[in-house]
């Protein structure tokens, strides 16, 4: 019988749509030491780090429970656009996004700590930016610190006039879809 249900991440972000969506959980960040070497995006790829960091909090836990790890990409041309580094890395990844459209792909896994079994889900959304002006690029970066967020730029805060739009589920573009994330629960039950 599981117990708990954990989210391995420390995003704010997360936890708001898990408190949303009724989710009964608990906080554990995950130890697990993100690889950034790779900037080509798969969805291997992503579905291997929001595992890996579920499974490195299973040793952590101490009765039956889910465990939740979850990664978000921000991907321009097959490129994965992680955080930046710096205002200067922030300032360069807006410019690149500014007028083009990309894709967000958040990676979800549930596993299960006694019996080992997990369930991964992805979803991917798609976001439109406006052209941005340097004004607008600088303003956004030392109003909103962007600074721990993929692809620099965090879609619930953006002011008008900054994105165009976008098709798919917003809440995947925040961080988790909160859908796919109770169809995964669902099945690991």
Do not use: W
């Not at 900037?39 to 595992?51: C, K, Q």
């Amino acid at each position: 019988m599981v117990g708990k249900i954990i989210l391995a991440s420390s995003s704010p972000r997360r936890a708001d749509i898990l408190k949303k969506a009724k989710i009964e959980f608990e906080i554990m960040p995950s130890p697990y030491i993100e690889d950034h070497t790779t900037t080509v995006f798969s969805y291997e790829f992503i579905e291997n780090l929001a595992y890996n960091k579920a499974k490195a909090v299973v040793p952590l836990v101490k009765e039956p429970s889910l465990i939740i790890g979850a990664d978000t990409v921000v991907v321009l041309d097959n490129e994965i656009l992680g955080k930046p580094n710096g205002k200067s890395g922030a300032y360069e990844m807006l410019k690149k996004l500014s007028g083009k459209t990309h894709f967000v792909v958040t990676s979800i896994v549930v596993i299960n700590s006694e019996t080992g079994e997990f369930k991964k889900n992805s979803t991917t959304s798609h976001v439109t930016f406006e052209n941005l002006s340097n004004e607008q690029i600088y303003y956004y970066i030392e109003n909103f610190k962007p600074f721990d967020k993929a692809g620099s730029y965090g879609i619930q805060e953006m002011p008008e006039g900054y994105i165009k739009s976008y098709t798919g589920n917003l809440e995947n573009i925040i961080g988790i879809s909160s859908d796919s994330l109770k169809e995964l629960l669902n099945y690991c039950l």
